[in-house]
């Protein structure tokens, strides 16, 4: 990596764990060229927008990275079960970053009308599209009802993200919290939950198992 490369991909790094930290506002580009080791003029020369550059290229970049993830466990396997077990299981290994995702979500109300659309386009398009045409196919064959498959895309990525582990550093004390849920399980009760609901267990679900 040239040294240019390296000083944009530090300051973009350096960006992305402020903006998990404290959100947009919380953000100094000074603290930034002071940790990077440069003059702040120096970031304008990397990033002449400034700090909804720097922004833009953190968003791309975590799109980027989460769609590649999102892409591998959606070619797992060859039904909608294994599909969706291996998306649900991507959550639980801590695969993506949904503290980021969120606070580049929130951050979009801080940026320009251009900016937005830009990071939302990319956003839908390569992490909730291909979802959307996984449910899609699953309703063209049979294996889920009549939907919207914008819907079902939505309510499985947020469910998934309930598979997450939680952070040592939020909630209750280690010391008491129940003994965490083995990922394995974690993904194949948010698949279950989606496809079968909350019922109690019943023939057809156990035979997908």
Same mark, same amino acid.
């Given at each position: 990596?040239?040294?240019?490369?390296?000083?944009?991909?530090?300051?973009?790094?350096?960006?992305?764990?402020?903006?998990? %930290?404290?959100?947009?506002?919380?953000?100094?580009?000074?603290?930034?060229?002071?940790?990077?080791?440069?003059?702040?003029?120096?970031?304008?020369?990397?990033?002449?927008?400034?700090?909804?550059?720097?922004?833009?290229?953190?968003?791309?970049?975590?799109?980027?990275?989460?769609?590649?993830?999102?892409?591998?466990?959606?070619?797992?396997?060859?039904?909608?079960?294994?599909?969706?077990?291996?998306?649900?299981?991507?959550?639980?290994?801590?695969?993506?970053?949904?503290?980021?995702?969120?606070?580049?979500?929130?951050?979009?109300?801080?940026?320009?009308?251009?900016?937005?659309?830009?990071?939302?386009?990319?956003?839908?398009?390569?992490?909730?599209?291909?979802?959307?045409?996984?449910?899609?196919?699953?309703?063209?064959?049979? %294996?889920?009802?009549?939907?919207?498959?914008?819907?079902?895309?939505?309510?499985?990525? %947020?469910?998934?993200?309930?598979?997450?582990?939680?952070?040592?550093?939020?909630?209750?004390?280690?010391? %008491?919290?129940?003994?965490?849920?083995?990922?394995?399980?974690?993904?194949?009760?948010?698949?279950?939950?989606?496809?079968?609901?909350?019922?109690?267990?019943?023939?057809?679900?156990?035979?997908?198992?």
């Amino acid at each position: 990596m040239t040294p240019q490369g390296d000083t944009r991909t530090r300051a973009r790094d350096e960006f992305a764990r402020l903006l998990t %930290e404290r959100g947009y506002l919380g953000v100094s580009l000074e603290e930034i060229a002071t940790t990077v080791n440069i003059k702040k003029a120096s970031l304008y020369h990397h990033f002449p927008g400034g700090k909804a550059a720097l922004f833009t290229a953190v968003a791309h970049h975590y799109i980027q990275q989460t769609s590649t993830a999102l892409r591998t466990a959606l070619n797992s396997g060859d039904t909608l079960r294994d599909r969706l077990l291996a998306l649900a299981g991507a959550y639980a290994q801590g695969t993506f970053d949904p503290a980021l995702g969120d606070r580049v979500y929130d951050a979009t109300r801080h940026v320009d009308d251009t900016t937005r659309t830009e990071i939302c386009h990319a956003y839908l398009q390569a992490l909730v599209a291909p979802v959307t045409d996984l449910m899609k196919h699953a309703i063209e064959t049979g %294996e889920l009802r009549q939907a919207d498959p914008g819907f079902l895309a939505m309510a499985f990525m %947020e469910l998934a993200a309930v598979a997450q582990p939680v952070p040592p550093d939020i909630a209750l004390p280690p010391q %008491e919290r129940p003994a965490p849920t083995p990922r394995r399980q974690r993904a194949q009760d948010v698949v279950d939950l989606f496809l079968h609901g909350a019922a109690p267990d019943h023939p057809e679900r156990r035979r997908t198992r």
